[in-house]
């Protein structure tokens, strides 16, 4: 395995800027094709095996959320990443554009529901953070409120974390122009035509004010129990690669263990 250090991907809250990192870094890659899709197939087998054990055991909650521009590869990472996984233990909660009742509800009313609960693995495709990027892109709320819901959004994380919650966080960063050629690919292939959206266009219009507004969340909202990490996507097979390896981390840290046999057991006899 390649040596790799995922801090060198964390945002660091008193020296962050999202020109320190570029998205077509290809350095979770060793360069050998064969050997990289062999690496990243033995990481799925290692995430599941982990997995398998978080869920039996139900004492720890482990969350992933995935945020990015269009076409960013949250999907992607999904599909890649936890290819090798049963889905019992694993759910994927997606936030499209909020329903007449979630309005009705403070902004993390929907989110909250989400959240894994004991022995489960979450998938957020999307997440809480579209309340600090898209509102403040388009200007639906101001400076003041979104400077209150970076403190809300820090509190709700610190409660999940304080009550067994472990958070990772990825913002998966691609250039321009390869949003421009992945939007054309929507466009040119049948298999893709679903995928596309007009509205995609108008959003890659406003492309520097995301990244002023991804720039702000990620630094105001970094913090020591849940943390951002700046994950390179223009190569697809570096992306999946790098959350892997950060997600695969994460399950090793956390003190896993099958539950014990009750003693009792040691007196059954399963009869014929």
Not at 78 to 95: M, T, W
Not at 149 to 172: H, P, V
Not at 204 to 231: C, F, N
Request: proline share 4%.
């Amino acid at each position: 395995m390649k040596t790799l250090n995922i801090d060198d991907y964390r945002v660091n809250p008193k020296k962050f800027s999202l020109a320190q990192f570029k998205p077509e870094d290809k350095s979770a890659r060793s360069g050998d094709k064969s050997a990289d899709n062999s690496l990243l197939a033995s990481m799925t087998e290692a995430i599941n095996a982990r997995q398998d054990i978080l869920h039996a055991e139900g004492r720890h909650k482990v969350l992933l959320i995935l945020q990015g521009m269009d076409t960013s590869g949250k999907d992607g990472t999904v599909k890649q990443v936890f290819s090798a996984c049963d889905p019992l233990g694993i759910r994927l909660a997606s936030f499209k554009a909020p329903s007449a009742d979630e309005l009705a509800h403070d902004y993390l009313w929907r989110v909250h529901q989400q959240v894994p609960a004991s022995g489960e693995l979450v998938i957020f495709n999307r997440s809480h953070y579209e309340d600090v990027l898209i509102v403040k892109v388009h200007d639906w709320i101001d400076e003041a409120e979104c400077k209150r819901r970076y403190q809300q959004i820090n509190d709700f994380e610190r409660m999940l974390s304080e009550t067994g919650t472990t958070i990772i966080k990825c913002f998966l960063h691609i250039s321009k122009a390869e949003q421009k050629q992945r939007l054309q690919e929507r466009l040119d292939t049948p298999s893709k035509h679903w995928k596309f959206n007009p509205k995609d266009l108008e959003e890659r219009a406003l492309w520097d004010r995301y990244m002023e507004a991804y720039t702000q969340a990620l630094q105001q909202t970094s913090t020591k129990y849940a943390p951002w990490y700046v994950i390179p996507a223009d190569s697809k097979t570096n992306r999946n690669l790098l959350i892997s390896r950060i997600l695969l981390e994460t399950l090793n840290a956390l003190t896993l263990a099958y539950p014990a046999k009750p003693a009792a057991w040691d007196k059954l006899t399963i009869k014929d």
